[in-house]
T-cell receptor, first 117, second 118 residues
Framework: AQKVTQAQTEISVVEKEDVTLDCVYE???????LFWYKQPPSGELVFLIR??????QNEISGRYSWNFQKSTSSFNFTITASQVVDSAVYFC??????????????FGTGTRLQVTL | EPEVTQTPSHQVTQMGQEVILRCVPI?????FYWYRQILGQKVEFLVS????????KSEIFDDQFSVERPDGSNFTLKIRSTKLEDSAMYFC????????????????FGPGTRLTVT
């Protein structure tokens, strides 16, 4: 069985601070995908990034960066120079390749990020 | 940009009533899903659907639930006899563009239907 743990329930930062959201996953499968989704106050789930298990290269997209470390089963997400619009709940999710292309996403419990002025 | 749509945005129903939640997945996607999120909790998988049949379902998806793709565009979730604990946000998602490499497995979610059972 697979599991995703987001130990930080809620984080509050002041605008322009950097913030890192932690994600630790568990799976016995060797091939899998990891995702981050953003859920703003309006409630929708917005896809941010996909990372597969055989590509440990870190990725940067504007103010967002992701650090994937297979050795520690972690896929952390950093927002640089946070803005009020970053305020949302962020979910990390795991998808197992061996279970088929239609396989489910297993979500963590989410981290609520509050960015204030 | 294509997106998943869901109707209604909010449904209020009485316990024991049947509800049908509707979704229009992204038109060239092949795989469809339903998830639910009880208020303040994590997103939980209900069911996945491919090639007009269920691929996988969770233990939440019992006999009270069913899914259907009645035509080429809609994907529905029916709850036969709603219970108070069915109150949640229900998300539809779709993935994998027809003809694309299978590594592009990100699921795109609709805005959700908030179901309130009284």
């Amino acid at each position: 069985a697979q599991k995703v743990t987001q130990a930080q329930t809620e984080i509050s930062v002041v605008e322009k601070e950097d913030v890192t959201l932690d994600c630790v996953y568990e799976t016995r499968d060797t091939t899998y995908y990891l995702f981050w989704y953003k859920q703003p106050p309006s409630g929708e789930l917005v896809f941010l990034i996909r990372r597969n298990s055989f590509d440990e290269q870190n990725e940067i997209s504007g103010r967002y960066s992701w650090n994937f470390q297979k050795s520690t089963s972690s896929f952390n997400f950093t927002i640089t120079a946070s803005q009020v619009v970053d305020s949302a709940v962020y979910f990390c999710a795991l998808n197992i390749v061996g279970a088929g292309t239609a396989s489910k996403l297993t979500f963590g419990t989410g981290t609520r990020l509050q960015v204030t002025l | 940009e294509p997106e998943v749509t869901q109707t209604p945005s909010h449904q209020v129903t009485q316990m024991g009533q049947e509800v049908i939640l509707r979704c229009v997945p992204i038109s060239n996607h092949l795989y469809f899903y339903w998830y639910r999120q009880i208020l303040g909790q994590k997103v939980e998988f209900l069911v996945s659907f491919y090639n007009n049949e269920i691929s996988e379902k969770s233990e939440i998806f019992d006999d009270q639930f069913s899914v259907e793709r009645p035509d080429g565009s809609n994907f529905t979730l029916k709850i036969r006899s709603t219970k108070l604990e069915d109150s949640a946000m229900y998300f539809c998602a779709s993935s994998v563009v027809q003809g694309a490499t299978s590594y592009r497995r990100e699921q795109y979610f609709g805005p959700g239907t908030r179901l309130t059972v009284t």
